[in-house]
């Protein structure tokens, strides 16, 4: 009975208060709701609204670095990207000489600065560019020199030919290697390519010419000097293109003479020793002649080595032949030279033939003039098959061709 009542109670109440919204509801003219709409829109107008916009709508200014049309990173400083750019270029120039004249330096793929507008702050870091740069395609081949090691040995263990080490290697001395150096045997694909073309000028020496007179009262080992020779000197100015610091174009621009060389006359000795001839007769063997004794300038590095000897290049197992009468001292491998004799003439005199193939004689032989000891090869520190002759005289490397002409 008492829920009853309490329920009635709650009815009317509820009923009585909805009749009375209604009413009040109903006195509101269609004026009263217009006022009120246009009074909001006013208070809305005058409320300063300046500087005031969305996030999405702050734009900053950047710059998307773009390789072959594709958008890599987004950087805030133009400035400080070109600035890794060009440390990345100057990187593969860091071997040159120092004295070579940059014509150009650019980057095979694509590359592109792009100003562009972005929302917000968000900017790539600068070390995301620095790996970027950093990355390779084909990773570089690096073999350590161990103890025993020659080049040729390299070469010949790594199935990579010497001239290939030479090109990749523009500060190596071929000759002088020592356990713990590095050399490299393939060159790094990195994932941008750097083009650099330069020139650079060198010294380089100009071989004196040999005139030789004969005396048959002097033994083949007997030299008497008519007048000193000396070499003269040029001014070879080269240009150069390396693709990831690599050479791979070579050209002479110009030479020019700044001393000219005088001929070296000398009287010599025709008595039992092999004597160079006409044509490719060189009396210690036959071929071509293919490199001078003395020093050289390396174009790209401009640093300066010296050859020991002469080289002659003919086929496998071209006959070699000792240069006099004397005594075989050594006969076997010498490193660089590969197998190598080496005759003892008397009076302070020593030949030595090297990068043979085939060797006929063993130490304590006693051999005569023109008579066959080897057969040319391309053992060693070696381009192709060739002999390399070297004459020394109490120890110190003499022109060959002072002794041969």
């Given amino acids: 009975m008492k829920k009853d009542t309490i329920f009635l109670v709650i009815f009317y109440y509820n009923s009585f208060m909805r009749d009375k919204i209604n009413q009040t509801l109903n006195k509101l003219s269609k004026s009263h709701l217009l006022f009120g709409f ?12 300046q500087g005031i916009q969305p996030r999405s709508l702050i734009l900053n200014k950047a710059y998307q670095f773009v390789v072959d049309d594709e958008i890599l990173y987004t950087f805030q400083n133009v400035e400080e990207v070109q600035e890794v750019l060009d440390q990345y270029k100057e990187s593969y120039f ?29 900017y790539d870091s600068l070390d995301l560019l620095r790996d970027y740069l950093s990355q390779t395609e084909t990773s570089a081949e690096i073999v350590v020199v161990q103890e025993g090691d020659n080049v040729w040995k390299i070469a010949e263990n790594y ?5 290939s080490i030479i090109l990749l290697n523009p500060s190596l001395d071929p000759e002088l290697i020592h356990p713990g150096d590095e050399i490299l045997l393939e060159a790094a694909d990195p994932v941008i390519d750097v083009k650099i073309s330069f020139t650079n000028i060198v010294e380089e020496v100009i071989p004196y010419e040999v005139e030789t007179i004969k005396d048959s009262s002097l033994y083949a080992d ?14 070879v100015e080269y240009k150069i293109t390396l693709l990831n610091g690599v050479a791979q174009e070579t050209i002479v621009l110009n030479e020019t003479i700044l001393e000219e060389a005088s001929t070296h006359v000398v009287k010599v000795g025709t008595k039992a020793t092999v004597m160079r001839d006409t044509g490719g007769n060189f009396g210690v063997t036959n071929g071509t002649f293919q490199s001078y004794f003395g020093y050289r ?22 006959p070699i032949y000792a240069y006099a009468a004397g005594t075989v001292i050594t006969a076997g491998w010498e ?3 590969g197998n190598c004799i080496a005759i003892d003439h ?12 085939t060797i006929g ?45």
Avoid: C
């Fill in 159 to 163: 199935q990579v030919s010497i001239d």
């Fill in 38 to 49: 246009f009074f909001i829109l006013f208070v809305m107008m005058l409320i300063p609204t």
């Fill in 335 to 337: 490193g660089a030279l």
């Fill in 94 to 122: 860091a071997l040159v000489d120092e004295n070579a004249q940059i014509e150009s330096m650019e980057f095979l793929q694509k590359i592109e600065i792009r100003e562009t507008k972005i929302d917000g702050n968000a």
């Fill in 222 to 235: 007997e030299r008497t000097i008519i007048e000193q020779g000396v070499e003269g000197l040029k001014e």
């Fill in 361 to 405: 004689v063993s130490v304590g032989d006693t051999v005569n003039a023109g008579q066959k000891i080897a057969g040319m090869g391309k053992t060693g520190y070696v381009t192709g098959t060739h002999l390399h002759f070297e004459v020394l005289k109490n120890g110190s490397y003499q022109n060959p061709l002072n002794y041969l002409n």
């Fill in 297 to 318: 300038t390396h174009p790209i590095t401009g640093v300066r080595t010296f050859h020991s000897g002469i080289d002659i290049s003919n086929s496998l197992n071209t």
């Fill in 346 to 357: 008397g009076n302070g005199l020593v030949t030595k033939y090297g990068h043979l193939n």
